[in-house]
C-alpha cells in the first residue's frame, strides 16, 4: 500500500475513533446526570475516555451536585480535587 494511502487510513480511523470515544463518553455523562447517586464505575469509565470539552461539562456538572448539597460527597469533592490537580 502507498505510504499516502496509509497515512490517510490512519487519518480516517483516528477521526472514526476520536467520534466513538466522544459518543461513549455522552452515554456515560447521560449516565452519570440521571442519576441520584452516579456508578463511581461510570465515573472512573468517562474519565478514563473523555475528550477535555467534555471532561469540562463533566467537572462542571459535578460541581453543581458539590454546590447544591448542603453535606456533599466527600468522596466525590475528592474526585473534584483530583481532576482539577492534574490539569496543572
Known sequence: MPRA???????L???????LQAAYAEVLLSQIRGSVYPSTTH??????????????MYLAHLMERIESEPHPSIPMMKRVERIVMSLG
Open 5 to 11: 494511502d496509509v497515512r490517510a487510513l490512519r487519518a
Open 13 to 19: 480511523t483516528n477521526a472514526m475513533a476520536n467520534e
Open 43 to 56: 465515573m472512573d469509565m468517562f474519565e478514563a475516555v473523555a475528550p477535555p470539552r467534555q471532561m469540562g
